[in-house]
């Protein structure tokens, strides 16, 4: 049998009273109960990060993360939109790295209290993770209204129309993770100039 695949979810703004943290709650669970595919919350909160010191030299700092991200066959970014962009939480972790997401597939779930679902913070989060080298799947999931999507006490209220939605989302990238997984081993012949890990 082949080995589940590991698919971390980033939870993507540090902001006091996130709802977003609702939502990456939600599809830490969803993926949880694949038989495809572990996952492991990584949120952006944890890291203690320093303002002037970006790339190479923080890899050490920040260990665990990248043991994740190396162990990684793809990741969902959930994400608030900040004025139609990503929050600088967010940017400032995935900039810690950068070979180690080479190859790998890349899921984007989009949160906002208004209608559009973060629409445009995927739009724009798309360079950046091409820049990376993450591979996006053309399927997004996006959560509009947010503050009416969950209880208080954060649970899902609409729960059969999201599990169809997230178990397409989810589909989807495991697709696109695995065929990833294969092409890292099979094309490990054709020198890429850019290097995958594992
Ligand atoms: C600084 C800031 C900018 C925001 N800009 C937008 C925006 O451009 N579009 C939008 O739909 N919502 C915007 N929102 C509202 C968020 O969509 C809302 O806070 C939602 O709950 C998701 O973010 P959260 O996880 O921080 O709660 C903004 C919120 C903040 C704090």
Same mark, same amino acid.
Do not use: C
């Given at each position: ?39 492991? &919350?990584?949120?952006?909160?944890? @890291? =203690? ?8 030299? *923080? !890899? /050490? ?18 994400v608030?939109e900040?004025?139609?962009?990503y ?31 973060g629409?445009?913070v ?16 053309? &399927?997004?999931?996006?959560?509009? @209204? =947010? ?8 649970? *899902? !209220? /609409? ?40």
């Open positions: 049998m082949t080995a589940k695949l590991f698919i971390p979810v980033i939870l993507g703004t540090n902001r006091e009273g996130r709802q977003t943290e609702n939502v990456a709650r939600y599809v830490v669970a969803a993926l949880n109960k694949r038989q495809d595919a572990t996952t492991q &919350l990584i949120d952006v909160r944890t @890291f =203690v990060l320093l303002d002037s010191d970006y790339g190479i030299r *923080l !890899k /050490d700092r920040h260990a665990e993360y990248r043991n994740n991200i190396v162990r990684a066959d793809g990741l969902v970014l959930v608030p900040y004025n139609h962009g929050p600088g939480s967010l940017k400032s972790v995935l900039d810690i790295l950068l070979e180690e997401y080479h190859h790998k597939a890349v899921g984007m779930v989009g949160v906002s209290n208004g209608p559009w679902g629409t445009r995927i739009e724009s989060l798309l360079p950046v993770v091409r820049t990376l080298g993450l591979v996006a799947i053309k &399927l997004d999931l996006h959560f509009p @209204f =947010v503050q009416d999507v969950f209880t208080a006490k954060g649970v *899902l !209220k /609409d729960k059969k129309t999201y599990a169809v939605r997230t178990a397409q989302f989810l589909d989807e990238l495991v697709w696109m993770a695995i065929t990833l997984r294969r092409g890292r081993k099979k094309a490990q012949n054709i020198k890429s100039i850019y290097v995958s890990q594992n």
